[in-house]
């Protein structure tokens, strides 16, 4: 029997990944060539021949100059102003490729000018490369550039990196030759990342003291934002009474007063944190907050066998002085770990039930959520923490059923654990911190507890010397002779070595950088002797 096959009315639609590169490619070809081009660009002494359709439909200033509407449709030449020609050949040059090619000295030209022609691609792309630019030297001359051509990408960016940043600015030039009103914007903000409301009042001094003559009129609208109820009464009037300037002292002078009174009644009345005005309360950025994470609990008279791990978390208001409890841990665990890098709080390690851990969580206190982040490569309890250059450390603790030497890093940026080196002694349940810059100590009491009074403590103190760029990449390396370590205490640089005056010792340890400094090494301490 023979079978008779009908062809299929059904049709799938293919997309040719190529055809769009290929087409645009002969395009630039015929540019080139001066093929079949219908226009001629003046641009200053510079003249450009070119397609209008291919002009028109990458730009709508072009589809619109183009346009039948407009005298230059019909024109064999057309002017062009307000742009330079050596900027023009790179927009049109990205126009018939859609490669350019973008750097510190061509950016800002760039960028104006593609926003001139509509080219939002190119814009967003100058954007990009600038926010990657951005410093606390130019910060406030990017912010203003993207307030002239309403970039509010980059505009958002630069204004949180000026919050950000604020006490690395305010004795730049930019920020010094700000107008009284970009000024007032900025010492309003409630973002302003500063240990205290001193520190913005001293900005604000500075600015008025820079040109005093000009500036001395907008002295009450200026200092209007600052919060004086938060500011230390003697340490205001010290300040005060240094100004050479008699009339701003008396303007000074009497706004402190005012301030003094309305400070007294607020604390006389007792009234909430909550319901005081805003110059009452400190900045968010600048609020203290101590975190309780985790831990054990039991029952009243219970046994200790009976001990529980927790996963909840208070937070203390160090200004408001009440506990509230925030979002919980995903995990319950004591013998964790905690720090704070970059405003986030993150939870390490620990074990409940005997079981140890190696997951990382990171509490955000905007959105007020834990979320994990990536797990050590060892699972530790009774480690201790330490945050030095943006990145945190875990050293030790219980890692199984061993003490361990061994010492962990994590880069938030790349969210990733790295095991980096080892202590010279096992240990668990201690404390650690960073001193000087780039250096982390670990202290261990050797025995007994701390007493109120007339006892002295002896502490072990190891000093880890940290590479200082974070995120150098690290090799296995022989110490040389030259680049020995001695073991004892008092060390001290020399160049680039640190060196004591014990006995000598090489061993093999994971470091980074070109210099003996930049390794990553243990110093071990004799006792030191802590008086209370």
């Given at each position: ?54 002009l ?7 589809a619109?100059?183009?346009a ?18 050596g ?11 859609g ?11 760039l ?19 600038l ?108 300040y ?36 005081q ?25 219970g ?14 208001d160090?200004?408001s002085?009440?506990?509230?409890t ?7 665990r ?38 994990a ?19 945190i ?10 003490i361990?030497?061994s ?14 080196g ?30 109120k ?6 502490v ?15 090799r ?10 001695r073991?004892?205490?008092p ?42």
């Amino acid at each position: 029997m023979a079978c008779v096959a009908y062809p299929s009315t059904r049709e799938f639609p293919f997309l040719a990944d190529r055809h769009a590169r290929l087409i645009l490619a002969q395009i630039s070809k015929m540019r080139y060539g001066q093929h079949f081009c219908d226009v001629q660009l003046q641009i200053g002494d510079e003249e450009f021949k070119v397609h209008r359709l291919v002009l028109a439909a990458s730009s709508p200033y072009f589809a619109a100059l183009f346009a039948g509407g407009m005298k230059e449709s019909s024109k064999d030449v057309v002017r062009i102003l307000g742009v330079d020609a050596g900027i023009f050949q790179i927009l049109l040059d990205f126009i018939y490729t859609g490669i350019i090619s973008i750097g510190e000295s061509n950016v800002q030209e760039l960028t104006v000018a593609a926003d001139m022609f509509q080219l939002t691609e190119v814009v967003d792309l100058c954007c990009e490369f600038l926010k990657g630019q951005v410093d606390p030297t130019n910060c406030i001359g990017l912010f203003q550039f993207s307030e002239q051509i309403v970039c509010h990408d980059l505009m958002e960016f630069t204004e949180n990196y000026i919050h950000a940043h604020f006490l690395d600015i305010q004795n730049g030039e930019e920020f010094l030759a700000l107008t009284k009103d970009q000024l007032v914007k900025i010492l309003r903000s409630e973002e302003l990342s500063i240990e205290d409301e001193y520190q913005v009042f001293i900005a604000a001094m500075q600015w008025i003291l820079k040109d005093l003559g000009r500036r001395k009129k907008h002295v009450v609208e200026v200092l209007d934002t600052i919060r004086f109820p938060l500011l230390p009464p003697q340490r205001l009037s010290k300040y005060i009474e240094g100004i050479p300037d008699f009339s701003l002292r008396v303007a000074l002078q009497t706004l402190l007063k005012e301030y003094c009174e309305v400070s007294k009644s607020l604390k006389e009345s007792k009234v909430s944190s909550f319901l005081q005005p805003s110059k009452a309360r400190p900045r968010r950025k600048a609020r203290k907050y101590l975190y309780a994470v985790g831990g054990y609990t039991r029952l009243q008279g219970g046994r200790w066998s009976d001990s529980r791990a927790l996963s909840c978390v208070e937070r203390f208001d160090t200004f408001s002085q009440y506990w509230t409890t925030v979002s919980s841990l995903h995990q319950a665990r004591n013998g964790l770990g905690v720090v704070v890098v970059g405003g986030m709080v993150y939870a390490i390690g620990g074990e409940k039930d005997s079981m140890i851990f190696d997951c990382t969580e990171c509490y955000d206190p905007i959105t007020k959520q834990w979320a994990a982040v990536a797990s050590m490569n060892h699972p530790r309890c009774g480690l201790g923490v330490c945050a030095c250059y943006g990145a945190i450390y875990a050293f030790g603790g219980w890692i199984g059923a061993e003490i361990g030497t061994s010492i962990e890093r994590f880069d938030p940026d790349e969210n990733n654990w790295e095991v980096v080196g080892h202590m010279a002694v096992p240990r668990y349940n201690f404390g650690c911190c960073e001193i000087q810059e780039g250096r982390m100590m670990c202290t261990i009491l050797s025995s007994g507890f701390w007493k109120k009074r007339g006892i002295n403590k002896y502490v072990y103190i190891n000093i880890f010397a940290l590479g200082k760029h974070r995120k150098t990449k690290h090799r296995n390396q022989k110490y040389s002779s030259k680049s020995t370590f001695r073991r004892s205490l008092p060390w001290k640089e020399l160049g680039n070595n640190i060196v004591g005056e014990g006995e000598p010792f090489s061993e093999t340890l994971k470091g980074g950088g070109e210099s003996s400094i930049n390794m990553h090494l243990w110093i071990i301490s004799p006792k030191i002797t802590i008086i209370e």
